[in-house]
């Protein structure tokens, strides 16, 4: 079946612009997860929905970043004016639930560079 | 809190050879371990995981993961290791007494493996 989808791929921004990232999870999967990494890191967390709804979002860096999952598939990683330390690959995730033993599948991620 | 260590930054191979990835965690319950592997420009890749039961866990591709809890380790083992192992492997752990962080996964910062011919 289909693995975890994301858009773009590339993205390249001007500093201080606004940007949205879009993750279309695994069919059936109700929690999905945002994590950055960095060149030579591993991923970080960012966020991560059960449904609609955002059940920890301790790892935004700070209000410019945000995200929704209005119906429970499809999320959307907003950034809003950007910096250049935003720069970095960010990962989409899906599990089958939010349970601490599912194994969470992910996209190939949408490589974000701020000029 | 959670955390996980991959000490060796690169594990050069011969073809043939057994391979050995390290990875040692910390959690204040009980952990929840997964390993994955990434290929260039390319996301991750589930391999294996352990949560409870046998400590010696196999996985997708051949590889093979032992529990340690005394040595709060989860070592990443393949016997006869080939050129298209090649590749970034991350260790992550979660830890189950820590229900509000039930989400997410805290990942070691990965290590290289060269598998020469």
């Known amino acids: 079946g289909a693995g975890v989808s994301q858009t773009p791929s590339n993205k390249v921004t001007e500093k201080g612009k606004y940007v949205e990232l879009r993750c279309d999870p695994i069919s059936g999967h109700t929690a999905l997860y945002w994590y950055r990494q960095s060149l030579g890191q591993g991923p970080e967390f960012l966020i991560y929905f059960q449904g609609t709804g955002a059940a920890d979002d301790s790892g935004l860096p700070n209000d410019r970043f945000f995200a929704v999952r209005p119906e429970g598939s499809v999320s959307t990683l907003k950034i809003q004016r950007t910096e250049r330390g935003d720069s970095a690959v960010y990962l989409c995730?899906?599990?089958?639930?939010?349970?601490?033993?599912?194994?969470?599948?992910f996209g190939p991620g949408t490589r974000l560079t701020v000029l | 809190a959670q955390s996980v260590a991959q000490p060796e930054d690169q594990v050069n191979v011969a073809e043939g050879n057994p391979l050995t990835v390290k990875c040692t965690y910390s959690?204040?319950?009980?952990?929840?371990l997964f390993w994955y592997v990434q290929y260039p420009n390319r996301g991750l890749q589930f391999l294996l995981k352990?949560?409870?039961?046998?400590?010696l866990v196999k996985g997708s591709y051949g590889f093979e993961a032992e529990f340690n809890k005394s040595q709060t380790s989860f070592h990443l083992k393949k016997p006869s290791a080939l050129v298209s192992d090649s590749a970034l492997y991350f260790c992550?752990?979660?830890?189950?007494?820590?229900?509000?962080?039930?989400?997410?996964?805290?990942f070691g910062a990965g290590t290289q493996v060269v598998v020469t011919p």
């Open positions: 995730a899906s599990s089958l639930t939010r349970g601490a033993y599912n194994e969470q599948f």
């Open positions: 352990y949560i409870t039961g046998d400590n």
């Open positions: 992550a752990v979660r830890d189950d007494r820590t229900t509000d962080s039930w989400g997410k996964l805290q």
């Open positions: 959690v204040s319950g009980n952990p929840y």
